[in-house]
Antibody, heavy 122, light 110 residues
Framework: QVQLVESGGGLVKPGGSLRLSCAASGFTFSDYYMSWIRQAPGKGLEWVSYISSSSSYTNYADSVKGRFTISRDNAKNSLYLQMNSLRAEDTAVYYC???????????????WGQGTLVTVSS | QSALTQPASVSGSPGQSITISCTGTSSDVGGYNYVSWYQQHPGKAPKLMIYDVSNRPSGVSNRFSGSKSGNTASLTISGLQAEDEADYYCSSYTSSSTLEFGGGTKLTVL
């Protein structure tokens, strides 16, 4: 069965960096676009970034553009999110999700991990 | 401020039907048939309930249905059950090649 397991969350000071990982299993990872989606405490979902199956295409929400970098290692069935220049407003649970795509257009997210909490505070 | 507008809360009694709206623009909801809906119980990850406006994934009850008219998509839950009490989010692809979520709707089963 499809499994997505995030790790790497924790407490970091404003201006600091953190790298999240998502280990995928139960499907052919290299066939799918993947995405990061976050949820601040008590708030709604916010799409963060996605990456194409071969890493040739990425896109980011304006709120993280220039600070976050999404990447993947298909040989290791892993997705990553490098987060730099972190701010208090980046505090959230970060989910990785598998994306379903039609003609390079993301239709929906069919599987989600359980999330990892990132807290940015001094 | 979310790009897609949902009511903050809706409620209904067991057995009744409710509808949650999701209003966007011609650059997202109105421009693409890539609207999806997610259910989230407290402390849990979101679960896909509807994709491509009106399609149900395998395993999702046929009590859940989706539709779209112009820039507004809707999720209808018929025959409300206690386990339907959760937060519901809509999502849409956008003309900027990004994804947007609605602010979420808390469904209370009375």
């Amino acid at each position: 069965q499809v499994q997505l397991v995030e790790s790497g969350g924790g407490l970091v000071k404003p201006g600091g960096s953190l790298r999240l990982s998502c280990a995928a299993s139960g499907f052919t990872f290299s066939d799918y676009y993947m995405s990061w989606i976050r949820q601040a405490p008590g708030k709604g979902l916010e799409w963060v970034s996605y990456i194409s199956s071969s890493s040739s295409y990425t896109n980011y929400a304006d709120s993280v553009k220039g600070r976050f970098t999404i990447s993947r290692d298909n040989a290791k069935n892993s997705l990553y999110l490098q987060m730099n220049s972190l701010r208090a407003e980046d505090t959230a649970v970060y989910y990785c999700a598998r994306a379903r795509v039609e003609m390079a257009t993301i239709e929906y997210f069919d599987y989600w991990g359980q999330g990892t909490l990132v807290t940015v505070s001094s | 401020q979310s790009a897609l507008t949902q009511p903050a809360s809706v409620s209904g009694s067991p057995g009744q039907s409710i509808t949650i709206s999701c209003t966007g623009t011609s650059s997202d909801v109105g421009g693409y048939n890539y609207v999806s809906w997610y259910q989230q119980h407290p402390g849990k990850a979101p679960k896909l309930m509807i994709y491509d406006v009106s399609n149900r994934p395998s395993g999702v009850s046929n009590r859940f249905s989706g539709s779209k008219s112009g820039n507004t998509a809707s999720l209808t839950i018929s025959g409300l059950q206690a386990e339907d009490e959760a937060d519901y989010y809509c999502s849409s692809y956008t003309s900027s090649s990004t994804l947007e979520f609605g602010g979420g709707t808390k469904l209370t089963v009375l």
